[in-house]
């Protein structure tokens, strides 16, 4: 499994951006797909999960403003940014582990094998 991480940037304050995660070597059976990002300094943090039956999960700080939608045919997870704070710089990755629900531990690093090489997000005036 390879996966590809684009659509970060620079973006001011209260602007929006739409992360991709999109996996090659893959047999697209609609596994638990998530995100992570992690700043400088701190440990990396999961932030958002979608599941076979498309079900999502949040870091509950997050939900409202992040969004993670799965488009099948592109084997592509999205991860839709609005409102964004500087508080949200940070570097972004995808994780995969190849089974169909993510459970409980969707936010733990341990939880995932395969990791995307991750897309900067840089919010700043």
């Known amino acids: 499994v390879h996966l590809v991480e684009s659509g970060g940037g620079l973006v001011q304050p209260g602007g929006s951006l739409r992360l991709s995660c999109t996996a090659t070597e893959y047999d697209n059976d609609r596994y638990c797909m998530a995100w992570f990002r992690q700043a400088p300094g701190k440990d990396r943090e999961g932030i958002a999960a979608?599941?076979?039956?498309?079900?999502?999960f949040y870091d509950d700080s997050l939900k409202g403003r992040f969004a993670i939608s799965r488009d099948n045919a592109e084997n592509t997870v999205h991860l839709q940014m609005n409102n964004l704070k500087v508080e949200d710089t940070a570097m972004y990755y995808c994780?995969?582990?190849?089974?169909?629900?993510?459970?409980?531990?969707?936010?733990?690093?341990?939880?995932?094998?395969?990791w995307g090489q991750g897309t900067q997000v840089t919010v700043s005036s």
């Open positions: 979608i599941q076979r039956d498309d079900t999502t």
């Open positions: 994780a995969t582990d190849l089974r169909y629900w993510c459970g409980g531990s969707w936010f733990s690093r341990a939880a995932y094998t395969y």
